[in-house]
């Protein structure tokens, strides 16, 4: 009966876009949608409305209230126009930017939602083609924006494609704007609240100035000239992976004086159905693989991909048998918090007033180099938008020396409030120069810091469950962890729990409760070991799946133990996988 009632509301919501003024194509795709036996399309285009998450509006692509389309597209921008209005009306011209990747309809939904804004008297700044999002964060606080958006799905496979509000900050919105914004679009009753004709005299075309002066900016954070100049003609594999890091991560090594960059022809070609890689996530060791490969063939000493929107990074390096090994993103951010902090002391600019951020499921290895040094760090919700509000509070008071998450995002200058593969790209340049200078290499740098700090090794385990039956499977098993809570991992006890859902923490050793000092609730759950060991769990935000962020330490004595103990962990990974029957 549930199913049948479902059905039901979704085709009297299905209907109404057959009667409405939306357009003929879109009528016939809904038509076929209801005409079809199968009725799980319908349903899963129907069922629900699509809802800002960690990263925004994100969704297939489709006709539906719960796939991105210029209807759903126009409706947030007109609900994010009406709020600007209320929010700013006091301002004679309130102004957005919007950027956009290299997604299929990317440049179409970010021209519709110019016309919207446009003809909401908004004044628009466009980017005359795709660019990466840090650049737009950057571009919102260099016109004085009140808000601007980004049309991407980051590293999500070709199907989706996405919507980032921005604020005038230039960080991804948070509460009490997020979810303002939301009632403003739940009051769009129809189509035809949406101002679809736009005034073409309130948008501005960008480009090419923004850029130069943003590669300009992030010169200013290279620490390590002299390193540079001695090491410029290291061999550097880049790839875009068909993505919006073409326009600025050569331009940006090049500017930082790189003279041997390696590009890989076939996946410089921009395109929406990223036709080299299944999914153009450099999470994923496939998605390097043609970067590897040329590499490989031209003894190259690094090798680096940045995601469509170019705010994340994937790196590989070689390890001490000259093979190419993939760093994740915690032994990334080690590496580069590690370099921050030792070329600021280096160089005098430690006060004792800097500051560092991590999200919650990242390796508190970060903590460990921080708090050595004198750098305070800061622990926040996943989502860089967290991150870019520590970045607010602290704003003249405090020095931001970097930020990151596990997955691979981070931040090195605080004139951008997101997560910036462009900087990060030249900045992983930059110690790879610095550590050969030092004798080194990107591999024994990273062995050293565990030597040092304590050798950490973390897994990601994602579980997909698609749809509305995945949503309520992954709903499910939280609910199941919580209410029947793990008391051994891996033959170590648990010692502690955190739900940040409830702001409630519980220590098993002291018996006793404590509170979450949190901004707000999020649906994560985190176990922690007596042997160091920490289990985050958490349903995505963007993605249909649940999260397991598994993180292990122990002592390492020198680099030639690491292999023993690094294979040791991987062991120790499958018999967590057991304990929370995954």
């Known amino acids: 009966m549930e199913n049948e009632g479902l059905l039901v509301e979704v085709t009297a919501k299905a209907q109404t876009w057959l009667k409405g003024n939306y357009d003929a194509d879109t009528k016939a795709a809904v038509k076929s949608l209801l005409e079809n036996e199968d009725k799980t399309e319908l349903i899963e285009s129907f069922y629900k409305d699509l809802e800002f998450g960690t990263g925004g509006l994100r969704g297939i692509m489709g006709v539906g209230t719960n796939r991105m ?150 010169k200013k954070i290279s620490l390590s000239a002299e390193a540079i100049a001695r090491n410029k003609d290291i061999k550097i594999v880049y790839t875009p992976i068909h993505g919006s890091g073409i326009m600025l991560v050569p331009q940006a090594l090049r500017a930082f004086g790189f003279t041997n960059i390696i590009d890989v022809p076939e996946q410089n070609v921009i395109s929406g159905d990223f036709p080299t890689v299944a999914s153009p996530n450099p999470e994923e060791p496939a998605a390097l693989a043609l970067a590897v490969k040329k590499a490989e063939e031209a003894g190259a000493e690094l090798v680096m991909a940045t995601d469509p929107d170019s705010d994340r990074i ?45 999200t919650i499921v990242t390796t508190s290895l970060v903590d460990k180099i921080a708090e050595k040094n004198g750098v305070e760090m800061y622990e926040c919700y996943t989502g860089f938008k967290w991150i870019a509000a520590i970045m607010r509070e602290n704003e003249g008071k405090k020095t931001y020396i970097g930020g990151g998450e596990e997955s691979y995002g981070f931040l090195a200058e605080d004139f951008v409030r997101d997560k910036d593969a462009v900087s990060a790209a030249v900045l992983l340049a930059e110690i790879a120069a610095w550590a050969k200078d030092n004798g080194k290499s990107l591999y024994t740098l990273l062995q050293d810091i565990y030597v040092e700090y304590g050798f950490s090794k973390e897994k990601g385990i994602s579980v997909v469950r698609k749809g509305k039956s995945g949503a309520e499977e992954i709903e499910a098993m939280m609910k199941n962890y919580r209410e029947n809570p793990i008391k051994e991992i891996a033959g170590s006890k648990v010692t502690l729990i955190k739900d940040f859902a409830k702001l409630e923490g519980f220590d098993f050793n002291l018996n006793e409760k404590f509170t979450l000092e949190m901004p707000t609730t999020s649906n994560v759950l985190q176990y922690f070991t007596e042997d160091g060991t920490k289990i985050s769990i958490r349903p995505s935000g963007t993605e249909p799946k649940i999260k397991f962020y598994i993180e292990m330490h122990s002592k390492l004595k020198s680099r030639e133990d690491y292999d023993v103990l690094d294979k040791a962990s991987d062991e120790k990974v499958s018999q967590i996988r057991k304990s929370l029957g995954i």
């Not at 003809?119 to 950057?138: C, H, M, Q």
């Not at 958006?149 to 919507?163: D, F, L, R, W």
Request: proline share 2%; net charge neutral; aromatic share 12%.
């Open 69 to 218: 389309n210029i209807y759903t597209v126009g409706a947030a921008t007109q609900g994010l126009s009406n709020y600007l209005l209320k929010e700013f009306s006091d301002l004679k011209q309130i102004s957005v930017v919007i950027g956009h990747d290299c997604r299929n309809n990317s440049r179409k939904f970010a021209e519709i939602s110019a016309d919207i804004f446009s003809a909401n008297g908004i004044k628009v700044y466009l980017f005359d083609s795709l660019r990466p999002t840090p650049e737009i964060s950057y571009a919102i606080r260099k016109f004085g924006s009140q808000s601007g958006i980004v049309i991407t799905a980051s590293h999500n496979p070709k199907e989706y494609n996405g919507y980032k509000a921005y604020w005038n900050d230039g960080a991804q919105v948070i509460a009490p704007h997020d979810k303002n914004i939301i009632a403003e679009v739940n009051r769009i009753s129809s189509i035809d609240d949406i101002r679809f004709q736009g005034n073409k005299d309130l948008t501005e075309i960008i480009g090419a100035e923004v850029d130069a002066q943003f590669i300009e900016d992030i």
């Open 314 to 358: 994937g790196a590989a390096i070689r390890n001490d048998k000259g093979e190419f090994i993939l760093v994740n993103g915690n032994q990334t951010f080690a590496i580069y918090i590690y370099y921050l902090i030792t070329r600021w002391k280096e160089l005098g600019k430690v006060t004792g007033k800097e500051y560092s951020v991590r």
